[in-house]
């Protein structure tokens, strides 16, 4: 079946050290998204793709960015996990621009 | 003031109820509306799409808009226990040069047996 593939679905890291994120995706959408989720929190929008084109929302932390190599994968990088940061990190996909999001199962980080 | 509003319950239910869930907005000029349901651990899959006032209807789930009170409304007749999971509303926030839902925190529902 077509879908949205989050890989880990659980990551650990340590205070202050990189961690990525991954995403895949065989709906072959053209729009790809990271949302941040905190407990009991509504999904928080940090950056979209439409293609290639990157638009990251003012409030996003320098800290977080995202790479997208091919239609297929997105990745999420977080260069200095605070305690903050712990969240579930959800990857979701849509054909264009104004149409439904598919999401992944999400990965829940933790930052030890 | 937040673009979307919901009251985070929990709403616990007897099986076989009429759930009502609702969500306000601030923006008038929304023009459609969305129900995502989230499972526990999960990433929330769309449930119903709307575009207009009125109600628009999808087997036991009926979503209802009231743009002169920007009150939106999800229906679940005869709940099931299947039904518990957070139930998320969405409108269309401009972001890049499209829209990009913006979600509320959610409605946690619990339907007992």
């Known amino acids: 079946d077509a879908m949205v593939i989050q890989n880990p679905r659980y990551q650990v890291t340590q205070f202050g050290k990189p961690v990525t994120l991954s995403c895949s995706q065989t709906l072959n959408h053209n729009v790809m998204y990271w949302y941040q989720q905190k407990s009991s929190q509504a999904p928080k929008l940090l950056f979209h793709?439409?293609?290639?084109?990157?638009?990251n929302e003012a409030d996003t932390p320098d800290n977080f960015q995202s790479r997208r190599p091919n239609t297929s994968f997105c990745f999420l990088d977080i260069r200095s996990p605070g305690l903050g940061d712990a969240a579930m990190y959800l990857c979701a996909t849509s054909g264009g621009r104004e149409e439904k999001l598919f999401f992944g199962s999400g990965t829940q980080l933790s930052v030890l | 003031q937040k673009e979307v509003e919901q009251d985070p319950g929990p709403l616990s239910v007897p099986e076989g109820a009429i759930v009502s869930l609702n969500c306000t907005y601030s923006?008038?000029?929304?023009?459609?509306f969305m129900w995502y349901r989230q499972y526990s651990r999960k990433g929330p899959e769309l449930l119903m799409y709307?575009?207009?006032?009125g109600n628009k209807e999808d087997g036991r789930f009926t979503a209802q808009v009231d743009k002169s009170s920007k009150y939106i409304s999800l229906f679940i007749r005869d709940s099931q226990p299947s039904d518990s999971a957070t139930y998320l509303c969405a409108v269309p926030n401009p972001s890049g040069g499209s829209y990009i839902p913006t979600f509320g925190r959610g409605t946690s529902l619990i339907v007992h047996p």
């Open positions: 709307t575009y207009s006032s």
């Open positions: 923006n008038s000029a929304f023009q459609y």
């Open positions: 793709y439409y293609d290639k084109d990157f638009n």
